[in-house]
């Protein structure tokens, strides 16, 4: 009786609610969707108010969300809800740039499940609780008055204690690399504390009242930060190891997988690209091989050959690699470089390039340190006219034989590679367009496969117009370079899912791909840390290549170089697959209306 009881409520539920999902229907199918996109963008930077200050809306940056079970609770409806209302609209009815956003909108609400139910890093990641980015972010504004970001700053550290009180509670078996980092990154945080905003402080003509109360909240901020670092380090770092103290960095091939699909938003799977990198490997040792056997004379005069291809890559390798900077001058040196690398792309007309946007070169702030030797932070659409950072660490941490190793894997030729990639004309130049989509979603919403294969490609398309010139030296460290883009995927996807021990990952770096010691060691330590993230290169600088080779195969000699990038580019920071499609749609109506 119970049971048909229950099934007669649960029929009339249900009409009511058909009912009322018909009402729905009816009034978001006269709904616009540009209309729905800057609703979810308002509500989406509502929920995330750090990302927010991030992408430059500076409208939440007093908040501090508290990392609960309400938080969590509150993203997962978010994501229930705004999924709901996407589902609504009549995909087949949009145009094609609004199908791409609603790709992105929906792939992103969807990954929100993955990342809070499956995955949860905030239990096993304690550097994930790192606020000094997310003070910097309030306190650099410039478009807000000093004295309305203090107001701002001083409103977030009321929530830092109970921030860090928060986090203690989440960590259940972290692992001990991203443990280590936590309690490097925190130290390097509490200088955005005791320093930055200290001295903006100063500089301010807030009254003394407002400065006495201001520096006790710095005071206790700092004081919950230390507590957090003094939790990690004695709870778990002090303690003697066993399988109960600290978990696995591996994650396996299931969650990899998932991640694989939620973060790079490829036409490929996990396995597949893993699968073509290996490929790829064997063809770059080709090319390698004939270089060195091209240079050897040069460096070895008539000295016999070794027999063995690695032994004579190396060989070379080590002769030219011999060439670089002082370990003084290095940030310097890359800051002369940029004006070059400008030149070039503007001689060449390979892109157009915004001499109005600037880019500082700059030593990585100590809170961004231990991850990358070199990286950009460029601002968010909402705020494009601000500086974008290129942050270069410096060498003063290492030893002289560190500092040597270093620099012979980031020696002259290299190191024009990596501005390439980062600078004139990958990362900084890709950003600017990104900032300049008309739509918001493809900037905002930034595949990081797409952003980290435009800079990849960029490096190979340069020298292809000429950059280097002949230098064979130039090529065979580009190949080595390259190597290391394609052994990036060959290694994460080794090291989560194939179980690669330090030593698989040292024979892979440095017998294969040729790297330092010290860049090895750096690859296998950043390869724990992160998952997926080092598949990103290779992936969409393979996507890219295979669509310039697909247009230019269409448009035969109406292909044009600066052109394909322009477009390309246009399309802000979308995943390539996605690009691709747009390009396509977008030639095959060119040719239409030419007949």
Not at 200 to 227: G, V, W
Not at 264 to 280: N, R
Request: hydrophobic share 35%; aromatic share 12%; charged share 25%.
């Amino acid at each position: 009786m119970k049971r048909v009881v229950l099934i007669s409520l649960l029929a009339v539920l249900y009409a009511c609610n058909s009912v009322n999902r018909k009402e729905e229907v009816e009034v978001e199918s006269e709904f616009d969707f540009g209309t729905f996109k800057a609703e979810f963008i308002e509500a989406m930077w509502e929920i995330n108010p750090i990302s927010a200050s991030y992408q430059g809306v500076h409208k939440y940056d007093a908040q501090l969300p508290i990392p609960n079970e309400a938080r969590k609770e509150a993203k997962l409806q978010f994501t229930r809800s705004w999924l709901k209302r996407i589902q609504k609209f009549n995909y087949d009815s949009l145009s094609e740039s609004d199908k791409i956003d609603y790709h992105l909108i929906e792939d992103d609400l969807k990954s929100s499940d993955f990342y809070v139910n499956l995955f949860k890093a905030g239990e096993w990641n304690p550097s994930s609780y790192n606020l000094g980015g997310s003070f910097f972010q309030v306190i650099n504004y410039q478009k807000h008055s000093l004295e309305k970001r203090l107001e701002d700053v001083n409103q977030k550290l009321i929530q830092v204690v109970a921030y860090y009180e928060q986090a203690q509670k989440n960590i259940k078996q972290p692992t001990k690399v991203h443990t280590n980092l936590a309690v490097q990154q925190l130290e390097g945080s509490k200088s955005i504390f005791n320093k930055t905003l200290v001295d903006s402080l100063n500089a301010s003509s807030k009254d003394e009242e407002f400065k006495i109360k201001f520096q006790q909240k710095i005071d206790i901020a700092i004081a919950a930060i230390e507590s957090y670092k003094v939790f990690l380090q004695t709870e778990y770092l002090d303690k003697e190891y066993d399988s109960t103290t600290f978990r696995s960095f591996r994650i396996g091939e299931e969650l990899y997988s998932q991640k694989f699909d939620a973060e790079i938003q490829s036409a490929y799977s996990a396995k597949g690209i893993f699968e073509v990198a290996v490929d790829e490997k064997g063809d770059l040792h080709e090319k390698m091989f004939r270089l060195s056997d091209m240079l050897w004379e040069k460096y070895f005069n008539e000295a016999e050959k070794p027999g063995t291809r690695f032994v004579q890559i190396q060989l070379v390798i080590d002769e030219v690699a011999k060439t670089h900077v002082h370990r003084d001058s290095f940030v310097t040196s890359i800051r002369k470089q940029i004006p070059e690398l400008v030149a070039f792309v503007n001689d060449n007309e390979l892109i157009t390039l915004d001499s109005k946007k600037p880019l500082v070169v700059r030593e990585t702030p100590e809170y961004m340190r231990g991850f990358a030797g070199a990286s950009i932070s460029a601002p968010g659409p909402y705020d494009a006219d601000a500086e974008t950072y290129y942050n270069v660490t410096p060498l003063d941490h290492y030893t002289e034989a560190e500092a040597e190793s270093y620099l012979r894997e980031y020696n002259n030729y290299t190191l024009q590679i990596l501005n390439i990639h980062e600078a004139i004309p990958g990362h900084y130049t890709q950003l600017v367009y990104s900032n300049q989509s008309p739509s918001l979603i493809k900037s905002i919403m930034g595949n990081g496969a797409m952003i980290e294969g435009w800079a990849v490609y960029t490096e190979r398309m340069m020298l292809e117009a000429g950059y280097g010139g002949d230098n064979l030296e130039m090529g065979l460290m580009y190949y080595k370079w390259n190597l290391r883009t394609v052994c990036n995927t060959i290694l994460d996807y080794g090291i989560q899912v194939l179980d690669f021990t330090e030593e698989d990952a040292m024979q892979l770096l440095m017998t294969e791909a040729f790297q330092e010691k010290s860049e090895a060691e750096g690859k296998w330590r950043r390869a724990r840390l992160s998952q997926v993230q080092l598949c990103s290169y290779f992936t969409g600088f393979y996507e890219i290549m295979q669509l310039r080779e697909e247009l230019q195969e269409i448009m035969g000699e109406k292909f044009d170089l600066k052109t394909f990038h322009e477009d390309f580019l246009s399309y802000g920071s979308a995943p390539v697959k996605y690009i691709r499609k747009l390009m396509l749609k977008k030639l095959s109506l060119e040719a239409k209306s030419s007949v």
